[in-house]
């Protein structure tokens, strides 16, 4: 039993209190365990699964980064040693092409970062108006919800119909994988946004019309900051979707990315590859999560926002 | 001011409340001013009738119902919870319209909130995203007529210099309303409509805060609509009582209350101030018992 008594971690063992591992400890035995469990999985195998096909941690880590003596091409040499960082973190080509890991990670982030600030130039200030207008909210809202029920991945097929490719510096840009991430993004926003409006206490609204602001001074100093902290929710939420998405598109779409890669790497049974993919996608997804709330939270001193994905 | 004077008072005052308001045809104004220092009254409200439609039941939550408050008159409306006194707050303040009847105020009928009637919720209602200073100066700034000195003045007089930079959620809750105070008075109202506004306050900052509102509008000269269901608060606050009856919301009685001013915390132990105070709870708990009647019938 653990019991926490004025911030003391202990728990007690037949009578005698036993004082826990600090807390950073603990955390980091999380990710250990984990670690340990992937590596004991594929070591010893595990019933009904075929986890000899799949990479040990191990392997995936080198493959990631490694250091060798400096040897002809691979790795970045470390001046003075005779040795390289290898591996995919130093830059080492995938798929037996030209680009690294950076430029697939890159291409996904641009493509979640155009759909998302596409996605919030629109589904913002749609979600102002329905939130503020009864009127706007029956003309808008109806189509807006019909659509939302379908999921955005069910997107990819007609979004490929529907949106060119360009080429621009011999590389293609696929626009339907954006169009799909702003899909994505767009209806977390505009329903954060169109409840942060709606859920609005009245009497702000009213405090401010009795000290005479008048109904765009309300909107500017009331409902627009009232509703900040569910609008960001809702772009921290869209990044995430992003995230789901792109991988999707990127998947049946895409000529480079993430998703393209993870499912390239399937294909040629390069499985380590196919692990630092997903590692790449996690780690991705969060930082990108966690800069947003951060600038989030510095924009509003007030209100802290946390958002569980 | 002896016991006499106010029994004589409450017959007046009786009479009155038999009439009822309904049949009362007779236009109210002048006569019904009494508080008034200047003799015409600042808000005349005329058989305001209030019903709600919450999904289609009618709820009649106030009912005819006839006052009026007079230039810097200190008046509290006292009644049970649900018992339409918030309602005639709006109504004043011109977030509702009435059903039936008007409200005036210097004459002319109210139709949307103004600047010259300003109001203090029961929550605080200062804007969580904006810093104390900020708030405080949101009136004037929507009228860009900002006077800095006044907001520092105000702000000291309250103790809360030093807290321009805070945000609300970083203060207490009397540091709160005394913020909202702050933020009413820049705004420099005609009348200041009050719902509620100390009673989720502890009972220490509860006194601290009405003892400095009364130095407020005791210095300032201004006309003050007190909301309160606490008859302690609204005897030693008010130059007159409004008892209310449950819904629908009428004037059961209008006490006068003749304690001298400057008033300070001690004089609710005076024999005087009980014997206001036994005539209002008797006026009262009827009332609140049918309310709460009310409130289990639902």
Known sequence: MNTRTFGLDHRRIRGREVPLPPRWMRRTLSIAGFLFLWWWAQAAGVPYFQFELFPGPIETLTALVGVEAAGEGAGVVIPGTGMAVTGYLAGEAVLAGEQSIYFHAFFSAFRVASGVVVASLLAIPLGLLVGTSRRWEDYLYPALESLRAIPPVAWVPVSILLFPTFQLAGVSFTTAVIFVVFIGAFFPILVNTVEGVQDIDTEYRRAAESLGADAQQVFRHVVFPAALPSILTGVTLGIGLGWITVVAAEIVGGNYGIGYLTFQAYRLLQTDTVAVGMITIGALGYVSSAIVLWAANRTMPWNEIEVNQ | ?298
């Open chain 2, 1 to 298: 001011m002896s016991r006499q004077d106010t029994d004589d008072r409450k017959s007046t005052d009786d009479r009155k409340s038999t009439d009822g308001p309904l049949q009362n045809g007779q236009r109210p104004g002048s006569e019904r001013a009494q508080g008034g220092i200047d003799g015409e009254a600042l808000v005349e409200i005329d058989g305001l009738t209030k019903i709600y439609d919450p999904g289609g039941a009618d709820v009649l939550a106030v009912d005819g119902l006839d006052l009026d408050i007079g230039h810097n008159e200190f008046v509290c409306l006292l009644g049970p919870s649900g018992c339409g006194k918030s309602t005639v707050l709006e109504c004043i303040a011109g977030y509702l319209g009435p059903t039936e009847g008007e409200v005036r105020v210097d004459g002319e009928r109210v139709r949307d909130p103004d600047p010259s009637r300003g109001v203090v919720f029961q929550e605080n209602r200062l804007f969580p995203w904006k810093t104390i200073g900020e708030n405080a100066r949101f009136g004037p700034q929507m009228r860009s007529a900002v006077d800095d000195d006044r907001i520092e003045e105000l702000l000291g007089d309250t103790g809360l210099d030093g807290f321009e930079d805070a945000y609300p959620h970083e203060l207490s809750g009397g540091m709160q309303q005394r913020a909202e105070l702050v933020r009413l008075l820049a705004n420099d109202p005609d009348i200041m409509l009050m719902d509620e506004p100390f009673s989720g306050l502890d009972a220490m900052t509860k006194e601290l805060m009405q003892e400095m509102l009364l130095d407020i509008w005791e210095e300032e000269s201004r006309t003050v609509l007190f909301i309160t269901h606490d008859v302690e608060e609204a005897i030693f606050l008010a130059d007159r009582v409004v008892v209310m009856t449950a819904r629908p919301g009428e004037v059961k009685e209008v006490i006068d209350v003749d304690l001298e001013r400057p008033r300070e915390f001690d004089m609710v132990t005076t024999e005087e101030f009980t014997s206001y105070k036994e005539r209002a709870i008797d006026l009262i708990h009827d009332e609140a018992e049918r309310a709460m009647a009310q409130a289990e019938g639902q």
